[in-house]
Structures are given as structure tokens and as C-alpha cells.
């Protein structure tokens, strides 16, 4: 499911598709809040993410939130955290030690902008964030009156109060929780989806276009997690609480704290990358998609929760990259009426390991429709037009993509002699469709069991 910053929360979803705070370059930071917090740490942090005619040389530049944190050293180079979608633009996806992008500005600090020098960390795979590190050490920043947020090193307890402090809005109490509902954030119309891991949700949150990377805070104003993503009336954002131990003497070290072994993988469902299954009484699930990994070798398993992804148990053997899951449903909990998410886990590895599993673990949706007729497609046929040729048209629209549907088929021809029962004959067809004769437009959808639904028709004239 690809979310677009600053749009509006996609409808029809599943469970809340929440909006990521991002905005354009163009909008205006106020101050950061007060409340009796000390939040001269908090930074806008700005990249250039696209170009436009480049004769012109035209830039669109993203703004987002970055906070310094006390990393316990002031000898070493400071470190900021953000959102990671501010950095990457494909879901599920890790870096690390890559070159820095953008810079970052303290409103407290006027006139400066600081170059980011290295993006030790960047994740957008269950978590989503990221660690900058810019060349200016920590003391230079406390130096002229940044002051870092320390961390809390812990979870929200569900039911704590919290602060939420965005960088453009006013800080206020929320309420925290962990709710496993909103781990799934599946697209009802396309099925398109991804699922977090470690996702805390804030009740009262309020945040604005460019406040994805603040901080929440707990009552001694230690940050907890990160904010990446707004929903009506609440928050979401990423667990922050095994960050101290990524820290070794003011420096950033993923081997402690479960974020190394940084990698990536691709997996392909027919040519499509969403995994979607139905259940049938003929024959029962099985992912059988090959696996593309930036590692020689991979390990797979199939979990009813994403963070189980995270645990080593139920790992299968290794397999070379590009070789086929075969992986069975069988076992997991699939709810009778309603479609159920599960999470397909994946380990990148060399043939002498790491071994699973860690926070980088792939955790991708596997969406299970249960048993049933399949479904008849919605086709939509325009009114007649004369097209540049002066023949008589129609423009045919089904959706290209839906949940229900592997794909949708079609079959044209004369009104009196064309049975839309009939299986043969069906076929892909052009959205626009030329008119000779009284004819018959059938469609049938073919769902994710391989059922064909019962024809949906329309009469053409010519």
C-alpha cells in the first residue's frame, strides 16, 4: 500500500490507513511547544526528494521532524532521530551507513543549517526510523543552547499518559496503548498493505503535514517512541525503547541492539506483490513465491502476528535466493467471515548465518479471504461517443487491481448469439471498445481460489 504524504486517510480500508507527516517545502514551522519542556533539541529536517525539468533546475524539497538525543557523550558526533520515510520511499525497506542527505535546522539557532553527515540507520520495516549523525559533536550543539532529549530506554505501559510533542502543534497529554488491530494497514479496494511491528498508538495526539519525527514523551520528559503517522483523534509511531543500547560511548553500533544484518527482499506473487489467498475446499493454502534477497541465502516462515517475525522458532531450513516458499497455512487461526492478515517473515543470511531473527526481520501481510462464492465484478460502460475517427464508442472501466480479484476477464460479441455462461471466449480487453453491432459486454471475476464468479453484462448499441 503506498501512502502518499499530506493526502488525506485512504477510505475503504480494512483497518486506519494512517496519513505519513511529511509536507512540502513551503509550509511554516511555528516554535516548538513549551509546556515546560525543554525542546530546543527539536529540528526541522529538510531533503530534496525529487526533481522537475531539470533545465530549470526545480527542486521539491520534504520537511519532516528530527530530535537531538543524549547519546551520553558530548565528545562524540551528535545524533538526531527521524521518521523513516522521510529518507526512503518503498515500504519495507533498511539501509545502513549510507551517505548523508539533507540538513537540518534548530529554530533556537537562527540562521544555521547543520549538513547531515552520515544516516547510520534508516527503516521503513515494521519501525520506522531513522538516526542521523552530523559532524558537529554533541557539546558544540549544547554549546549554542541545544539541549538533548534523553531517552527513556522503556515501553509505554497501555493506559500511561503521555506527551505528545510535535514540532508545529502544541504538546498535549495522550493516552498510550498497543493495539494488535492496528497492525495490519491493508487497502480494502486494492489489497495493497503493509504491517508495523512494536506500534504504539496515542490517544489525543494532534499532528500537522511535517511533525512524522517527534518525539513522545513520557511525565519525566524521556522520549519513549517516534511518531510517523496520524490518524483521527490519535497518533502513530515506533517504539523507541531498545535505542540506548544502540549506543556504545556516544556512538551509533546497530550489533547491540538487534538492527544489524541489514538487508532486503523481493518476492513475487505471479508478478504481483501482494499476497493474496483464498480458502478453498479443493486444495489448501500454500506460498509458493519465489524469493529475491540481497543475501546468498534466506529462512521463511509463516506467523499469525508480525512481531512474532522477530523470534527465531518456526524458521525453516535455509534457501538459495530466487529459489520458492513453500509454506501452508495449516495451524494458523483464520477467522471464518472476514479476511485475516498473517505475516509472512523472511531472514536474510550468508550460508554461516546470523541466525534468526532480529528488529530487522521482514514481516510482509498475507491477506486470507474466507470461503465463498467469488465475487462479481463492478464494470462501469461510459455513454457512446464518436471518437476521432467517427466510429462509435464505449469506455469500459474495471478496477485494474482489487482485493477480490486475481483479474477480471472479458468477452465480446453479437447481442442475440453471446452467453455470458458460456467459460470460452473470455479474455483480456481494451478499456475502449468500437461498435458495429447490437452486442454483449460480459465480465467475470476470477478470485484468489481461482473461481470464476457469475458474469456481469452490458448491452452495447451501435
Not at 513551503?26 to 529536517?45: F, K, T
Not at 541545544?146 to 506527551?163: C, D, F
Request: charged fraction near 15%.
Amino acid at each position: 500500500m503506498h501512502v502518499t504524504p499530506c493526502s488525506a486517510s485512504t477510505p475503504g480500508a480494512l483497518l486506519s490507513v494512517a496519513t505519513l507527516c511529511m509536507v512540502a517545502f513551503g509550509c511554516e514551522a511555528s516554535a516548538p511547544p513549551g509546556s515546560g519542556i525543554n525542546l530546543s533539541g527539536m529540528a526541522m529536517y529538510e531533503r530534496t526528494t525529487k526533481n522537475f525539468a531539470p533545465n530549470f533546475a526545480l527542486r521539491q524539497v520534504a520537511q519532516s521532524t528530527a530530535f537531538l538525543i543524549d547519546s551520553g557523550n558530548d565528545a562524540a558526533p551528535a545524533l538526531l532521530v527521524g521518521s523513516g520515510h522521510a529518507l526512503e520511499d518503498s515500504a519495507d525497506i533498511v539501509e545502513a551507513e549510507l551517505p548523508g542527505v539533507g540538513h537540518i535546522s534548530f529554530p533556537g539557532v537562527a540562521g544555521r543549517h547543520f549538513s547531515v553527515a552520515r544516516v547510520r540507520y534508516a527503516s521503513r520495516r515494521g519501525l520506522d526510523f531513522a538516526i542521523l549523525e552530523l559532524s558537529q559533536t554533541q557539546g558544540a550543539l549544547k554549546a549554542l543552547g541545544v539541549a538533548p532529549l534523553a531517552l527513556a530506554g522503556r515501553k509505554a505501559v497501555g493506559g500511561e499518559a503521555v506527551i505528545a510533542a510535535p514540532r508545529l502543534s502544541d504538546s498535549r497529554l495522550g493516552v498510550a496503548s498497543w493495539p494488535e488491530q492496528d497492525l495490519p494497514w491493508i487497502d480494502m479496494k486494492t489489497g495493497d498493505g503493509v504491517v508495523y511491528r512494536h506500534l504504539l498508538r496515542v490517544e489525543g495526539a494532534s499532528l500537522q503535514p511535517g511533525d512524522s519525527g517527534s518525539p513522545v514523551l513520557d511525565a519525566t520528559h524521556r522520549v519513549l517512541a517516534i511518531f510517523h503517522s496520524t490518524l483521527p483523534g490519535a497518533g502513530h509511531a515506533s517504539d523507541l525503547s531498545f535505542l540506548p543500547a544502540c549506543l556504545t560511548q556516544g556512538r551509533f553500533n546497530a550489533q547491540g541492539c538487534g538492527l544489524d544484518n541489514a538487508f532486503n527482499v523481493l518476492v513475487e506473487k505471479d508478478d504481483d506483490s501482494r499476497l493474496i489467498y483464498k480458502q478453498s475446499v479443493q486444495a489448501p493454502i500454500v506460498i509458493d513465491s519465489p524469493v529475491y534477497s540481497t543475501t546468498p541465502f534466506y529462512q521463511a516462515k509463516l506467523a499469525q502476528w508480525p512481531e512474532q517475525c522477530e523470534q527465531a522458532d518456526g524458521y525453516g531450513v535455509q534457501q538459495v535466493s530466487g529459489d520458492a516458499l513453500n509454506l501452508s497455512a495449516t495451524g494458523l487461526i483464520l477467522a471464518p467471515a472476514n479476511p485475516t492478515v498473517l505475516a509472512l517473515c523472511l531472514w536474510g543470511r550468508g550460508a554461516d548465518g546470523p541466525e534468526p531473527a532480529n528488529r530487522n526481520a521482514v514481516a510482509l501481510p498475507v491477506l486470507v479471504h474466507p470461503p465463498g462464492p467469488a465475487a462479481q465484478p463492478q464494470m462501469s460502460v461510459s455513454a457512446p461517443y464518436q471518437d476521432a475517427f467517427g466510429r462509435r464508442a464505449y469506455r469500459i472501466n474495471v478496477p485494474s487491481r482489487h482485493i477480490l480479484f486475481q483479474r477480471v476477464e472479458f468477452k465480446l460479441g453479437p447481442w442475440h448469439s453471446t452467453a455470458c455462461a458460456d467459460p470460452r471466449g473470455y479474455g483480456d480487453l481494451s478499456s475502449k471498445i468500437i461498435v458495429r453491432q447490437d452486442s454483449r459486454l460480459c465480465a467475470v471475476g476470477i478470485d484468489h481460489a481461482g473461481q470464476r464468479s457469475v458474469a456481469v453484462e452490458a448491452r452495447l448499441r451501435p
